[in-house]
Structure formats: structure tokens, C-alpha cells
């Protein structure tokens, strides 16, 4: 009952009420400390009071709470060590990490935990010391792998093609070989180990996504923005690319270029999943993958139709026509094609002035142009503007985010070798097996002066008062109005003098 009524406080938006009834329902907890402690139950969905706080973006409570980890080591003048216990932020042991709790939520609120202290201190540690260096390093790993796998498909298997032409439109000089005429010559052994590479990578990253897909769920794990969902997708598709062209190739199947072609196209795309460690990149990717999978998106609906109507109508005009003088619609996939380009005037209108046109066309074109070109490109730019206005007021909250994720997919990847553990074991100061990380704060000189200052009138006013008390007791009944004339007396001088050292507290502010 105490830990259901402690996740109840955390959800309260009275937030200074539910931590004074948090620090009431703790103290008559009998297991303060060890597994039994009621702060460390978790509920139904494996969050504990904590983990919870940070989820909901309750900024108050959780200050609250890491206040209560905090042991200050010693102090300094305008200088204080802190330890703070990372024992449930820390994802280095942790199934399910605080840090990718934070940045997989919907909640902007829960994204402002990543500035709090230690919170903060914790990432940027992670990040300069293993984070952004490994990152770095797959990032020139997988662009030369990528190099690799492009080779590999501009020097793939071809042989002169035998046959007869069967169409006056049939372009085709090359065809691709047998697999037994594919790996003869020396070149060809060359590219045979490119080849290898570019399969054992492909199933390298089916290793490493699926049982994260499996561990989160495939709406989480594709839907976020922060986690990288768009280009998880790609990454996945392209290695499956990879591994259907290969079963091509084994098979000697023709139209290996439809996979292989997908693949280049996927391959490259993803590098820009490697602009996140950047800060200066790192915000446009977001945009872009905002703008593809929500602008555009809706987008793509709209000029579907708008193309599908137009590419129709103009194929049924010049469905009668010759179409060696107008070949841009001489069959529908070829009206389709042309008309997305007419839509986003990648080309002019087709025309040629040795023939007559049908009047039709002069009408339908007119249309076209009126609706797509100043109707829906307009809109779509509006569409793209807005939403970089919005998302350039959080994007470096976003990025933030962005890294912090990086961070904990890196920390799950590689092994514990490669990625100690951050932090200090409290053995080493008495604390028990907990972890803390050790923060140095320094405090503005000319705002610990004012606290000395603040602190010695508190001292003053305290000492006068309790000389006018002590005065006030030891007199009779007798002396009561020559005392109490006195006190006043004795705190009109204090208030004078206290009054006189706030003046200068105020001139130094």
C-alpha cells in the first residue's frame, strides 16, 4: 500500500504537497535501506517512484529525490563536492535503462531531466569519453564499407548480350552472367571477397537489430524519432536487399539489379543516421525525418490522386496519336512517370510545333498546371516551413535526446571491456555497493559573499534577540516598564544595524 500511494504522489501536479507526503510515508518505512525499501518497488510496467518521476517529467520530484541521494564530500569556500547515486540512472547495469525510459517517451517535460543535475554530468561523461569516440569510429567504418559495396555493384558480372532485338525501343547492350561465368578471372576474385564483406555486414546488422526490436517493440523501436526509427527501417530493409540479391546471384536469377539498385540507394541514406553525433548536422536530420514522415507523407496521398486523374487523362488523349513525335505518353506507366514529373516541373510541358496537338491536352495541361504547381507545391512548402519552425525552438532539446540515446545503444552494443563503468563505487567512501558520481560545484564569488553576509545578519539579529530575552526574564514585576523600555531600545540597535548591513548587501547586488 505505501509504494502504490508513493507512484500516486509522483503522478500529483501539487508537486510541493506530494513530496512533504513522500518524505512522511518514508519515514515509517521499516526497510529504509536494502531490496525491502519501499522506493525501490516497482510497479506493474517495472518503474520504480524514481524511474517514474523521470518518466512523467516531474522535474520537482525528481530533484527532490536525487537531493535525498546526495552526500556532500566536503566543502571549501565557494567550492563543494558532491557524490550523487547514479545507482538506477546509470544504464550500464540496467535492464531497463532511466535513460532510455527518458528519451523514448512522448513527453517533452521528461526530455528537461536530461539538464538536471547529475543527470547531465552522467551523459556528457559517457558521450566525451567512450560515446563519441566509437561513434566516430563506426560512422568511417561503415562509409568504407559502404565504398566496398558500391564497387562491388559497378563491377558487377555482365557479358555482351547475343540476342535479337525484340522491340525498335530496346536499349540493351549487357546482360548479367552465370553464376559458373561470374567468378573466373582475378578481378572477379577480388570482388568476390568485397562480396563477402557486404553479406557477412548485412547479417551482421540483423544480428545486432532484431533483438532490440524484440526487447522494445517494433512501434516503439520504429516509431521514435530519438531512437532513430526511420533509419532502423532503412538499415533493416537494405540488409535484406543484400541477402535477396545474393540468393539472385546463387540462383543465377535475372533482375538482380531491382534489389541490388534498392540497396545502393537505402545503403547511402543511412549515413545521415551518423550526423546525430554532430551538433551542427545533428538538429537537420531530425527536421528531415519530421518533414518525410509527416509532412510528406500526407503529402504523397494528395499528389497521388492529383496524378493518378491527370496521367489518365492524358494518356486517353494521346492514345491515338503517333507516338514517335509525342513518345512522353505512349503507355500509362510512362503517362505516370511523366506526369510526376510535369508535377514537380522537373520537365516542361511535352510538346512539338512540326504537329498539331489535340485541344484537350491544351485544357487538361492548363488545369494541371493551376493545381499542382501553384496549388500543392505551395502548400507542401508551407507545410515543410511550419514544421521547421516548430522543431527549430527544441532542437537543440532534441539533439540533446538524440545523443543520450546514441550513448545507451553504444553502452548495449560493445562489450563491458570496451566501456567500463562510470561513476565511483561507494566502498571506497563507506557507502555500501552503491555508484555515485562525483560533481564539483562552485559557487559565484560574489554570490557567496551575499550568503556570508545574509547569514552573519541572521547570527546578529539572533544574539540581540536573545540578550533582550535574557534581560527580559531576570527583572521583577517591579522593573517590567524600565525593561521593557530597555528591550525596545536594544532591538531598535539591532534593527539599526541590521538595517545598515542590508544596505550594503543591496549596493553590492
Given at each position: 500500500?505505501?509504494?502504490?500511494?508513493?507512484?500516486?504522489?509522483?503522478?500529483?501536479?501539487?508537486?510541493?504537497?506530494?513530496?512533504?507526503?513522500?518524505?512522511?510515508?518514508?519515514?515509517?518505512?521499516?526497510?529504509?535501506?536494502?531490496?525491502?525499501?519501499?522506493?525501490?518497488?516497482?510497479?506493474?510496467?517495472?518503474?520504480?517512484?524514481?524511474?517514474?518521476?523521470?518518466?512523467?517529467?516531474?522535474?520537482?520530484?525528481?530533484?527532490?529525490?536525487?537531493?535525498?541521494?546526495?552526500?556532500?564530500?566536503?566543502?571549501?569556500?565557494?567550492?563543494?563536492?558532491?557524490?550523487?547515486?547514479?545507482?538506477?540512472?546509470?544504464?550500464?547495469?540496467?535492464?531497463?535503462?532511466?535513460?532510455?525510459?527518458?528519451?523514448?517517451?512522448?513527453?517533452?517535460?521528461?526530455?528537461?531531466?536530461?539538464?538536471?543535475?547529475?543527470?547531465?554530468?552522467?551523459?556528457?561523461?559517457?558521450?566525451?569519453?567512450?560515446?563519441?569516440?566509437?561513434?566516430?569510429?563506426?560512422?568511417?567504418?561503415?562509409?568504407?564499407?559502404?565504398?566496398?559495396?558500391?564497387?562491388?555493384?559497378?563491377?558487377?558480372?555482365?557479358?555482351?548480350?547475343?540476342?535479337?532485338?525484340?522491340?525498335?525501343?530496346?536499349?540493351?547492350?549487357?546482360v548479367q552472367k552465370m553464376l559458373q561465368e561470374s567468378y573466373v578471372a582475378y578481378e572477379d576474385e577480388l570482388r568476390l571477397v568485397g562480396e563477402l564483406i557486404t553479406v557477412i555486414g548485412a547479417v551482421v546488422i540483423l544480428v545486432l537489430e532484431i533483438p532490440d526490436i524484440l526487447r522494445v517493440g517494433a512501434a516503439k523501436y520504429f516509431g521514435q524519432t530519438i531512437l532513430g526509427g526511420p533509419f532502423h527501417i532503412i538499415v533493416i530493409t537494405y540488409a535484406c536487399m543484400i541477402l535477396v540479391t545474393m540468393v539472385m546471384r546463387l540462383t543465377?536469377?535475372?533482375?538482380?539489379?531491382?534489389?541490388?539498385?534498392?540497396?545502393?540507394?537505402?545503403?547511402?541514406?543511412?549515413?545521415?543516421?551518423?550526423?546525430?553525433?554532430?551538433?551542427?548536422?545533428?538538429?537537420?536530420?531530425?527536421?528531415?525525418?519530421?518533414?518525410?514522415?509527416?509532412?510528406?507523407?500526407?503529402?504523397?496521398?494528395?499528389?497521388?490522386?492529383?496524378?493518378?486523374?491527370?496521367?489518365?487523362?492524358?494518356?486517353?488523349?494521346?492514345?491515338?496519336?503517333?507516338?514517335?513525335?509525342?513518345?512522353?505518353?505512349?503507355?500509362?506507366?510512362?503517362?505516370?512517370?511523366?506526369?510526376?514529373?510535369?508535377?514537380?516541373?522537373?520537365?516542361?510541358?511535352?510538346?512539338?510545333?512540326?504537329?498539331?496537338?489535340?485541344?484537350?491536352?491544351?485544357?487538361?495541361?492548363?488545369?494541371?498546371?493551376?493545381?499542382?504547381?501553384?496549388?500543392?507545391?505551395?502548400?507542401?512548402?508551407?507545410?515543410?516551413?511550419?514544421?521547421?519552425?516548430?522543431?527549430?525552438?527544441?532542437?537543440?532539446?532534441?539533439?540533446?535526446?538524440?545523443?543520450?540515446?546514441?550513448?545507451?545503444?553504444?553502452?548495449?552494443?560493445?562489450?563491458?571491456?570496451?566501456?567500463?563503468?562510470?561513476?565511483?563505487?561507494?566502498?571506497?567512501?563507506?557507502?555500501?555497493?552503491?555508484?555515485?558520481?562525483?560533481?564539483?560545484?562552485?559557487?559565484?564569488?560574489?554570490?557567496?559573499?551575499?550568503?556570508?553576509?545574509?547569514?552573519?545578519?541572521?547570527?546578529?539579529?539572533?544574539?540581540?534577540?536573545?540578550?533582550?530575552?535574557?534581560?527580559?526574564?531576570?527583572?521583577?514585576?517591579?522593573?517590567?516598564?524600565?525593561?521593557?523600555?530597555?528591550?525596545?531600545?536594544?532591538?531598535?540597535?539591532?534593527?539599526?544595524?541590521?538595517?545598515?548591513?542590508?544596505?550594503?548587501?543591496?549596493?553590492?547586488?
Open positions: 500500500i505505501g509504494n502504490t500511494v508513493l507512484h500516486i504522489l509522483v503522478l500529483q501536479p501539487h508537486k510541493t504537497f506530494a513530496c512533504h507526503m513522500y518524505s512522511l510515508i518514508l519515514s515509517y518505512d521499516r526497510n529504509k535501506e536494502g531490496p525491502g525499501s519501499l522506493e525501490l518497488i516497482p510497479n506493474n510496467e517495472g518503474l520504480s517512484p524514481f524511474k517514474l518521476a523521470g518518466v512523467e517529467g516531474n522535474t520537482v520530484m525528481f530533484q527532490y529525490l536525487m537531493q535525498k541521494r546526495k552526500q556532500n564530500l566536503w566543502s571549501f569556500g565557494p567550492l563543494t563536492t558532491v557524490l550523487y547515486d547514479i545507482t538506477e540512472i546509470d544504464s550500464w547495469a540496467e535492464d531497463q535503462s532511466f535513460l532510455e525510459l527518458i528519451v523514448s517517451t512522448k513527453k517533452r517535460e521528461a526530455r528537461q531531466i536530461l539538464d538536471l543535475t547529475p543527470v547531465k554530468e552522467l551523459v556528457s561523461l559517457k558521450w566525451n569519453m567512450y560515446g563519441r569516440p566509437y561513434f566516430c569510429f563506426l560512422a568511417l567504418f561503415y562509409i568504407l564499407y559502404m565504398v566496398c559495396f558500391t564497387m562491388c555493384c559497378v563491377y558487377r558480372p555482365l557479358k555482351p548480350r547475343t540476342g535479337n532485338r525484340t522491340s525498335s525501343r530496346d536499349n540493351t547492350l549487357y543465377s536469377t535475372t533482375g538482380e539489379v531491382v534489389p541490388m539498385s534498392f540497396a545502393l540507394v537505402l545503403g547511402w541514406c543511412n549515413v545521415m543516421y551518423f550526423a546525430r553525433g554532430f551538433q551542427m548536422l545533428g538538429p537537420f536530420t531530425i527536421m528531415i525525418q519530421k518533414m518525410i514522415f509527416g509532412d510528406l507523407m500526407r503529402f504523397c496521398w494528395l499528389m497521388a490522386v492529383v496524378i493518378l486523374g491527370f496521367a489518365s487523362a492524358f494518356y486517353i488523349i494521346f492514345q491515338t496519336e503517333n507516338p514517335e513525335n509525342l513518345g512522353q505518353f505512349y503507355n500509362y506507366p510512362m503517362s505516370l512517370f511523366t506526369t510526376f514529373e510535369l508535377f514537380l516541373t522537373i520537365i516542361d510541358g511535352p510538346a512539338n510545333y512540326d504537329v498539331d496537338l489535340p485541344f484537350m491536352y491544351s485544357v487538361v495541361y492548363f488545369a494541371f498546371a493551376i493545381i499542382a504547381t501553384l496549388l500543392m507545391l505551395n502548400l507542401l512548402i508551407a507545410m515543410m516551413g511550419d514544421t521547421h519552425w516548430r522543431v527549430a525552438h527544441e532542437q537543440d532539446e532534441l539533439w540533446r535526446a538524440q545523443v543520450v540515446a546514441t550513448t545507451v545503444m553504444l553502452e548495449r552494443k560493445l562489450p563491458r571491456c570496451l566501456w567500463p563503468r562510470s561513476g565511483i563505487c561507494g566502498r571506497e567512501f563507506g557507502l555500501g555497493d552503491r555508484w555515485y558520481l562525483r560533481i564539483e560545484d562552485r559557487v559565484d564569488p560574489s554570490k557567496h559573499k551575499m550568503m556570508r553576509y545574509t547569514e552573519a545578519f541572521k547570527v546578529q539579529d539572533r544574539d540581540n534577540y536573545d540578550k533582550g530575552s535574557e534581560k527580559l526574564e531576570s527583572s521583577g514585576d517591579t522593573l517590567c516598564k524600565k525593561e521593557l523600555s530597555a528591550l525596545s531600545l536594544s532591538r531598535s540597535t539591532s534593527r539599526t544595524s541590521s538595517h545598515r548591513g542590508w544596505e550594503i548587501l543591496r549596493r553590492n547586488t
